[in-house]
């Protein structure tokens, strides 16, 4: 038993060597992102006819960082992560676009190849874990198959590190848990067997889609304090989708606004926090209710987002920004570099290009 | 309106609303063979007031209780002890058109404003249904007042020919606002009304609902998970755990000089969006236990890192102190308490 708990915690020492790495590399500038996506596109079949839900997406995340994704619905930041892992139903289709992980364009892959690329390189984790559990097996019979199913280990080896990855999240008394069914466990204890079974094969990239939106505060707390932990402990990088500004500004790195299918703004967490770039950023802002700063009254963003059969010509914010003028309706701007590390697709951004800085995402390449 | 500004309540003089040692239990599974039945606790023994043009925030988390206090208040839900009192007058002994009456000065704004409007009426018959029970105008007048109400809540006095889906989350969640205001009530319980909605809309209808307040003079019971939400709108907070209100004080005392535990942990694991990081801090560990079944003494010594011997025995009244500030806590009482 202590041998197994030994091979599911040598995770934990190659872990400690991965984050080192990644601290080099997200604090140095340059090196190789885990995950490069690159102009990506996806478009549905609906009964009004064809609706691009992501329409040229283009991020990477460094190893070892948090990139937070950051929209409200029917912005695309759900269709963008299961694009990256060919999850999209038969409605979708991807039109164009490449996902880069450790050299490999996983939109090229044969779907043999890709299925050990899910769960095995890039796990997933969603909103409501009571989904995604089966109700009729123990969560240890469920650990136990995600391991099986990734790596070559015995039943009996499998358990024990079935017993082992509840430790690792925090879930007290393991050994009796492990016999437990979905249904005998709290949501915020479920939400944990998620992240177990996701973690079980070591992932590089962890997606979590929401993954504390469904859960009380107190609880959501310990989950994020729990992903933060082992993140830094196993080395791998996240992709943090949320709807939550409060979150992304303490969990992410990198923070990508999205907007009605696109990226509207990129920038290293604290930047876009003191000096969002993007209007629409800046508005976001501005209607956050707060705990600890009193505000008379709240910024409102007047209208809703666009219906995505119908876009505005231009700029898909321009009907609900304050300071859109005449270019706006004409010119669709593009996401341009602004700043080291920060980009912006606004013909006006509040923070003004650096002299010389390239005009396209492509000429910064 | 400044959530602040508005705190000019009444000195003197009765509240419009008061719950009096108020509780609710539902049986949840009747013993085979006639043995002992099994009760959930939702509410227990909760007495508080709201004053009009006044909003009583209740935080809490699920099973606490929040939303059956907001239904008793009303009386949508019979209460198994306790009474309220509205204007004065005591729901419990009045006698049945006495209360439908009374009912058009107390409405309820639920969560979802998809599920809680009538997808097969058209927009101006669901703002009218009120209206028409009650028998407050007919024909041309009616139609007038409800295209004033739709005004009122920012939308168009055409919409009233168009159907739910027809309209976005924000839209939909004004009609429901635009309905529990036809009827002239003084009294609003908001259940979680902005919950559904996207951040953008959000602040929108949070701005429409102080306005609302505002100009009507109306009283809110705000009922949120969301503690943002409910720190900016309210003037008072009561904080809810497992039926039981914890601790109740002005807006900024409670935020500054939280005293019990729970709220304590509840405020620090709110994450906040700014610059300078602020990450949520767990400072609870585990669930909250079920309402099957809460423990003895204080319900929150199981997760409490401050609990004693007394807390696992002896449950703790919620006592004021200071400026009104009650807590029902034997560790930290209220100052002056």
């Given at each position: 038993?202590s041998?197994?708990?030994?091979?599911?915690?040598?995770?934990?020492?190659r872990?400690?060597a991965a984050?080192?790495r990644?601290?080099?590399?997200?604090?140095?500038?340059?090196?190789?992102?885990?995950?490069?996506?690159?102009?990506?596109?996806?478009?549905?079949?609906t009964?009004?006819?064809?609706?691009?839900a992501?329409?040229?997406?283009?991020?990477?995340?460094?190893?070892?960082?948090?990139l937070?994704?950051?929209?409200?619905?029917?912005?695309?930041?759900s269709?963008?992560?299961?694009?990256?892992?060919?999850?999209?139903?038969?409605s979708a289709?991807?039109?164009r676009?490449e996902?880069?992980?450790?050299?490999?364009?996983?939109?090229?892959?044969?779907?043999?190849?890709?299925?050990?690329?899910?769960?095995?390189?890039?796990?997933?984790?969603?909103?409501?874990p009571s989904t995604?559990?089966?109700?009729?097996?123990?969560?240890?019979?469920?650990?136990?198959?995600?391991?099986?199913?990734?790596?070559?280990?015995?039943?009996?080896?499998?358990w024990?590190?079935a017993?082992?990855?509840?430790?690792?999240?925090e879930?007290?008394d393991?050994?009796?848990?492990?016999?437990?069914?979905?249904?005998?466990?709290?949501?915020?204890?479920?939400?944990?067997?998620?992240?177990?079974i996701?973690?079980?094969?070591?992932?590089?990239l962890?997606?979590a889609?929401?993954?504390?939106?469904?859960?009380?505060?107190?609880?959501q707390?310990?989950?994020?304090?729990l992903?933060?932990d082992?993140?830094?402990?196993?080395?791998?990088?996240?992709?943090?989708i949320?709807?939550d500004?409060?979150?992304?500004?303490?969990?992410?790195?990198e923070?990508?606004?999205?907007?009605?299918?696109r990226?509207v703004?990129?920038?290293?967490?604290?930047?876009?926090?003191?000096?969002?770039?993007?209007?629409?950023?800046?508005?976001?802002?501005?209607?956050?209710?707060?705990?600890?700063?009193?505000?008379?009254?709240l910024?409102?963003i007047?209208?809703?987002?666009?219906?995505?059969?119908?876009?505005?010509?231009?700029?898909r914010?321009?009907?609900?920004?304050?300071?859109?003028?005449?270019?706006?309706?004409?010119?669709?701007?593009?996401?341009?570099p602004?700043?080291?590390?920060?980009l912006?697709?606004?013909?006006?951004?509040?923070?003004?290009?650096?002299?010389?800085?390239?005009?396209?995402?492509?000429?910064?390449? | 309106?400044?959530a602040?500004?508005?705190?000019?309540?009444?000195?003197?003089g009765?509240?419009?609303?008061?719950?009096?040692?108020?509780?609710?239990?539902?049986?949840?599974r009747?013993?085979?063979?006639?043995?002992?039945?099994?009760?959930?606790?939702?509410?227990?023994d909760?007495?508080?007031?709201?004053?009009?043009?006044?909003?009583?925030?209740?935080v809490?988390?699920s099973?606490?209780?929040k939303?059956t206090?907001g239904?008793?208040l009303?009386?949508l839900?019979?209460?198994?002890?306790?009474?309220v009192?509205?204007?004065?007058?005591r729901?419990?002994?009045?006698?049945?058109?006495?209360?439908?009456?009374?009912?058009?000065?107390?409405?309820?704004?639920?969560?979802?404003?998809?599920?809680?409007?009538?997808?097969?009426?058209?927009?101006?018959?669901i703002?009218a249904?009120?209206?028409?029970?009650?028998?407050?105008?007919?024909?041309?007048?009616?139609?007038?007042?409800?295209?004033?109400?739709?005004?009122?809540?920012?939308?168009?006095?055409?919409?009233?020919?168009?159907?739910?889906?027809?309209?976005?989350g924000?839209?939909?969640?004004r009609?429901?606002?635009?309905?529990?205001?036809?009827?002239?009530p003084?009294f609003l319980?908001?259940?979680?009304?902005?919950?559904?909605?996207?951040?953008?809309?959000?602040?929108?209808v949070?701005n429409l609902?102080?306005?609302?307040?505002?100009?009507?003079g109306?009283?809110?019971?705000?009922?949120?998970h969301?503690?943002?939400?409910?720190?900016?709108?309210?003037h008072?907070?009561?904080?809810?755990?497992?039926?039981?209100?914890?601790?109740?004080?002005?807006?900024?005392?409670?935020?500054?000089?939280?005293?019990?535990?729970?709220?304590?942990?509840?405020?620090?694991a709110?994450p906040?969006?700014?610059a300078?990081?602020?990450?949520?801090?767990?400072?609870?560990?585990?669930?909250?236990?079920s309402?099957?079944?809460?423990?003895?003494?204080?319900?929150?010594?199981?997760?409490?890192?401050?609990?004693e011997?007394?807390?696992?025995?002896?449950?703790?009244?919620?006592?004021?102190?200071a400026?009104?500030?009650a807590?029902?806590?034997?560790?930290?009482?209220?100052?002056g308490?």
């Open positions: 038993m041998g197994a708990a030994g091979t599911a915690f040598d995770a934990g020492t872990g400690a984050s080192e990644a601290d080099e590399r997200s604090a140095g500038a340059a090196g190789d992102p885990l995950l490069d996506v690159r102009d990506l596109a996806v478009a549905f079949e009964p009004r006819g064809t609706v691009r992501v329409d040229g997406v283009s991020f990477a995340i460094a190893r070892g960082a948090t937070g994704l950051v929209g409200e619905s029917g912005s695309g930041k269709v963008t992560s299961l694009a990256i892992l060919r999850l999209l139903d038969e289709r991807i039109l676009g996902v880069w992980l450790e050299g490999r364009n996983l939109l090229e892959l044969p779907e043999s190849e890709l299925r050990e690329v899910r769960g095995g390189r890039i796990a997933m984790i969603f909103q409501e995604s559990l089966d109700p009729v097996f123990t969560v240890g019979s469920q650990i136990v198959e995600a391991i099986r199913l990734h790596r070559p280990v015995g039943r009996r080896a499998a024990a590190e017993v082992e990855a509840l430790r690792m999240v879930i007290p393991p050994e009796r848990r492990v016999r437990s069914y979905p249904h005998e466990l709290s949501g915020g204890m479920k939400q944990r067997v998620m992240i177990a996701a973690l079980s094969c070591r992932p590089a962890l997606i889609d929401e993954p504390t939106t469904a859960l009380d505060v107190t609880i707390a310990q989950v994020l304090a992903l933060r082992l993140k830094q402990r196993l080395g791998m990088s996240m992709m943090l949320t709807h500004l409060g979150v992304v500004a303490n969990e992410a790195d923070v990508a606004i999205l907007y009605a299918g990226i703004e990129r920038a290293p967490v604290r930047e876009l926090f003191r000096a969002p770039a993007h209007p629409y950023t800046a508005a976001l802002l501005q209607s956050l209710p707060r705990l600890r700063e009193r505000r008379s009254r910024v409102a007047p209208g809703v987002v666009p219906d995505p059969a119908r876009l505005p010509s231009g700029c914010f321009r009907d609900r920004c304050p300071i859109a003028r005449e270019r706006c309706a004409a010119e669709d701007p593009v996401l341009r602004i700043a080291a590390d920060r912006v697709a606004c013909h006006f951004p509040a923070v003004e290009p650096a002299p010389g800085a390239p005009a396209r995402l492509e000429d910064a390449r | 309106m400044s602040a500004t508005a705190a000019a309540r009444p000195l003197a009765r509240p419009l609303v008061e719950a009096r040692g108020l509780s609710k239990r539902f049986p949840v009747a013993g085979v063979f006639g043995g002992a039945r099994e009760f959930v606790h939702a509410v227990t909760v007495s508080l007031t709201v004053d009009a043009g006044e909003t009583l925030g209740v809490g988390e099973g606490s209780g939303s206090l239904r008793l009303l009386r839900l019979e209460p198994t002890a306790g009474e009192v509205f204007d004065g007058r729901l419990a002994d009045l006698p049945r058109r006495d209360l439908r009456r009374l009912r058009r000065e107390m409405q309820i704004v639920f969560q979802d404003p998809y599920g809680s409007l009538d997808a097969r009426m058209r927009v101006g018959a703002v249904e009120g209206i028409e029970i009650h028998r407050l105008a007919r024909g041309a007048e009616k139609r007038a007042l409800v295209a004033r109400l739709l005004e009122e809540v920012g939308l168009s006095p055409d919409h009233a020919r168009r159907y739910p889906h027809e309209f976005s924000g839209q939909r969640q009609v429901g606002i635009a309905r529990a205001l036809a009827l002239g003084r319980v908001l259940d979680e009304p902005v919950s559904a909605l996207d951040v953008s809309i959000q602040a929108q949070i609902l102080a306005d609302l307040q505002e100009r009507r109306l009283a809110y019971l705000f009922v949120s969301d503690l943002r939400v409910v720190a900016h709108l309210s008072r907070i009561a904080v809810m755990y497992l039926g039981r209100i914890v601790e109740l004080a002005e807006r900024d005392r409670l935020l500054a000089a939280p005293r019990h535990p729970y709220t304590r942990a509840l405020l620090a709110v906040e969006p700014a300078e990081p602020h990450p949520a801090v767990a400072a609870v560990a585990g669930d909250p236990p309402p099957l079944a809460p423990p003895a003494g204080c319900a929150f010594h199981p997760r409490c890192p401050f609990a011997a007394r807390c696992r025995t002896e449950r703790p009244e919620l006592v004021a102190g400026g009104g500030h807590v029902a806590c034997h560790v930290f009482p209220a100052d308490a």
